[in-house]
Structures are given as C-alpha cells and as structure tokens.
C-alpha cells in the first residue's frame, strides 16, 4: 500500500538513448511533481500537473515530456538522454496545488553512460 | 525565486547529544516542510509546519514566519538520525528546498 510509488528504481542506459520513468499515488491527491536531485543532493522542481494540466514547467530542455494520463500517474520520459541527465528523479503528490503538504516517492537513479 | 538557506551545512553528533538546525528563508511563503532523506536515498516527511511549533517524538520543529526562519530540533540523538535534513517552503506552487544539513550521528 505505498502511497506514491516509481517504476524503475534504478536506470542505466547509454547517451542517445530514450527512457521513461513511472509514477503512480493512491492518495487521490489532485497535484503530482517532478524533482530532480543532482550529485551534490540539491533537489529542483521540473514539472507540476494539477488535474492532469500542466502548472509549472520550470525551465526543463524540451528532451523531457511529462505525460498524465489521470489524477493518479505522472509519467516522465526523457529523448536523447545527455550524461547530464544523471540524477534521482523524484515524484511526488499534494491534496491541492497550494498549500498542502507534498508526499515524495522512492526516486528513481538515472545513470547515462 | 525564493532563497532558503540551511545551516550548519554539516554537524556531527555523539549519540544521545541534542541539536538544532535552521532554516531561513527570503520571502513569504504558503507551506514549508521539513523532510530526513536517509542513507537509502528516501525522502521522508518529517513535518508540515508553516507556522507555530510541532512535536513528535525527539523531534520539534518551530517555523515564525513574520521572521522569516523555521528550526529543527533533534533531543537524545540516535544513530538511525544520521542523514540529511531538508527545509523546504512553498510559493508559486512550487516546493523550493534549502541545500540541507548533513547529521552524522555516531555510536
């Protein structure tokens, strides 16, 4: 009964390539996120969706494209992954968009060779 | 955007020792949260606090938010405290997080 969950945990894929994260809750929160956590563990906004709209993009290379298919998952996939793309990518959820606490995933450990 | 700012960066502790981090940040805000990421990498809610003083356990934490600061207080230290801690606050519906403090608690 994990309450927001990411598929896979770990991801080792070579530049060039195009690869997916996966986020599901069952919080039956209305807002999902996207963070990114770099090497020196600074955590960064991407992405948030409130009702499967998109509320921020927060300057994000257009290689990234978020995609909600309902309230409850908020996939991330990534083109032409760049060494730089190495990171913890978070997911996360909140009740509302304003104002309500947020609840993270486990991560997922992307590693671009 | 907003800037949080965490100190001390780093803090060793001997088991059973207490201790206070701070969090400071540059504007108003509607939430801040305080989060323990542990060796494992997860994100771990410690509290919601966008005002006023919480407690569970050995932790508490005070956020006045007309100052613009909120503190973290670890009592009696154990080992499973080590990791790092987070402050993050909210604005433009967005969490922006402090660069955090690094706790090693040793035995």
């Known amino acids: 009964d994990t309450a927001v969950s990411q598929t896979p945990k770990y991801l080792v894929t070579q530049m060039g390539n195009d690869k997916s994260i996966k986020c599901e809750q069952n919080?039956?929160?209305?807002?999902m996120y996207w963070y990114k956590q770099d090497s020196k563990k600074f955590l960064k906004i991407m992405f948030s969706y409130n009702n499967k709209e998109l509320i921020i993009n927060e300057t994000v290379p257009n290689r990234f494209s978020p995609k909600s298919p309902d309230k409850a998952h908020l996939n991330l996939h990534i083109n032409s992954l760049e060494l730089g793309d190495s990171a913890v990518y978070f997911c996360?959820?909140?009740?509302?968009?304003?104002?309500?606490?947020?609840?993270f995933g486990p991560g997922t450990r992307l590693t671009v060779l | 955007g907003i800037q949080v700012e965490q100190s001390p960066p780093d803090l060793i502790l001997q088991e059973g020792a207490n201790s206070t981090l701070r969090c400071n940040f540059s504007d108003s805000v509607n939430n801040l949260q305080w989060f323990h990421q542990n060796p494992w990498g997860q994100l771990i809610n410690l509290f919601y606090?966008?005002?006023g003083t919480k407690q569970n356990g050995r932790l508490s934490a005070t956020t006045v938010a007309t100052e613009r600061y909120s503190l973290l207080y670890i009592s009696s230290s154990q080992t499973t405290d080590s990791g790092v801690y987070f402050c993050a606050v909210e604005r433009d519906y967005k969490l922006s997080f402090g660069a955090g403090t690094t706790v090693t608690v040793r035995a």
């Open positions: 996360a959820s909140s009740q509302r968009a304003l104002a309500h606490e947020q609840f």
């Open positions: 919080l039956g929160h209305d807002t």
């Open positions: 606090i966008p005002s």
